[in-house]
Every structure is written in structure tokens, then in C-alpha cells.
Nanobody, 116 residues
């Protein structure tokens, strides 16, 4: 069964850091571009960052210079390092895998709350 399992969310003060992780099962990871999306209350889900199988990264303008996406192919894991967090980063963060073979797959969300 294809599955994405995300972790690492929590409560952090403004200016703090968190690292999200997402483990993919099966052979999906090696064939997929991986990404993180987020959805704040009352808003639509939006792209945060993506990374291709070849390591090409793409970021939303709102997180450039603060967030870093990376992937460990040996561990089937994608990470999102989030630094200099702001209150507007508060949202549920979703891991995503996208490939021609498996299509678009979403993990369960993990809550990130930035508040003092």
C-alpha cells in the first residue's frame, strides 16, 4: 500500500525552527517529485516547496531564504527545514509525491503553529 507519513510539526515561537519529515513507502519515492504544501484556516492549500528526483528545488516566494527542502533517497525521506518562522507560516503541512507511474499522492497533514 502506497503511503506517505509525515511528522515533525508542533508549536514554536516566532523566529524559531522546525524540521518536517515525510517517509514514503514502496518504490514511490525514487520515482516521484516530492513536495510540501500547506493549508491555513480559511485558505486554499498552497505550494511550499518541491524537489525533483534529480534534486531541483522550487520554493514559494513567501518561504524563499527561510525554508529548505531536501531528500534522502536511501531513507525514502523528504525533509522541510523551516527557519525564521513567522505567525503566517501557521498551517497544516502536507507531504506530496507526484509521479507519472503513481500519480499524485498526499500524506496526512501535520500541524505547525507559530505563536508566542
Amino acid at each position: 500500500q502506497v503511503q506517505l507519513v509525515g511528522s515533525g510539526g508542533g508549536l514554536v515561537q516566532p523566529g524559531g525552527s522546525l524540521r518536517l519529515s515525510c517517509v514514503a513507502s514502496g518504490s514511490i519515492f525514487s520515482r516521484s517529485a516530492m513536495g510540501w504544501y500547506r493549508q491555513a484556516p480559511g485558505k486554499e492549500r498552497e505550494l511550499v516547496a518541491t524537489i525533483t528526483t534529480g534534486g531541483v528545488r522550487n520554493y514559494a516566494d513567501s518561504v524563499k531564504g527561510r525554508f529548505t527542502i531536501s531528500r534522502d533517497n536511501a531513507k525514502n525521506t523528504v525533509y522541510l527545514q523551516m527557519d525564521s518562522l513567522k505567525s503566517e507560516d501557521t498551517a497544516v503541512y502536507y507531504c506530496n509525491a507526484n509521479s507519472y507511474l503513481y500519480g499524485n499522492i498526499w500524506g496526512r497533514g501535520t500541524q505547525v503553529t507559530v505563536s508566542s
